[in-house]
């Protein structure tokens, strides 16, 4: 708004001093100036043009002046070059109160693939732990009792899911699986799936959900 203002405004108008006898009736200027009745009504006049500027659709204007008036022109000096710059700025500071990268805000990953992906790695916290908030407090609650009536009614076999809490959390224990984070590199990240569950880190299944999303029993089966 600041810029459009700018650049609308572009001729600012000052207003000299009258001349005390120019108010005067046999003044030496009367005569050839327009009485101060007539000087007024054309400077309401002006001032109803310049307050139509910038509005349906014009942006600018050539306004008759009226008398004693010398157009200077001025330059807003708004430094729009630094748009880029100042928004950067203000969206760094509100992913840092969210706990996102800047990167992440913006879906544009310019820096190196380890500056990228631990920008990455830092919104993926935050995104896991509400994901677990999530499962733990919605998604868990509605499966349980999903599954309580469906003991209770027959459908699903489960022997002791009464008798004791510790079986029963056995029964509804369920492990919440979202999108998949996506990978900069699938080669680097494909090897580190590999060297966890070789080792003992992670699981088939777990890397399978995390890499794509999909079920690795399935996808191996298949």
């Not at 000299?16 to 050839?32: F, K």
């Not at 109803?48 to 001025?74: E, F, Q, W």
Request: charged content about 25%; proline content about 5%; hydrophobic content about 40%.
């Amino acid at each position: 708004m600041a810029a459009v203002i700018g650049g609308i405004f572009a001729i600012f108008f000052e207003h000299e001093p009258r001349d005390e006898n120019d108010d005067q009736l046999g003044g030496e200027n009367y005569a050839s100036d327009l009485g101060v009745q007539e000087e007024n009504e054309a400077l309401d006049d002006w001032k109803k043009n310049l307050s139509n500027l910038g509005m349906n659709d014009m942006y600018g204007m050539i306004a008759d002046l009226p008398l004693r008036t010398k157009p200077v022109s001025v330059s807003p000096a708004r430094p729009n070059t630094a748009f880029e710059a100042f928004v950067m700025a203000l969206v760094r500071q509100i992913g840092s109160a969210l706990g996102i990268p800047a990167e992440v805000l913006f879906l544009n990953f310019e820096s190196s693939y380890s500056a990228s992906r631990g920008a990455l790695l830092e919104a993926w916290k935050l995104f896991n732990y509400w994901r677990k908030w999530w499962s733990n407090n919605f998604c868990q609650p509605i499966y349980e009792e999903w599954l309580c009536e469906a003991v209770l009614k027959g459908r699903v076999k489960a022997p002791g899911f009464f008798d004791d809490p510790m079986i029963r959390y056995a029964y509804s224990w369920a492990e919440w699986n979202g999108p998949s984070q996506g990978q900069l590199d699938p080669v680097k990240e494909v090897n580190a799936a590999i060297l966890r569950v070789e080792n003992g880190f992670s699981t088939r299944q777990r890397e399978t959900a995390e890499l794509t999303g999909g079920d690795w029993e399935l996808n191996h089966r298949q």
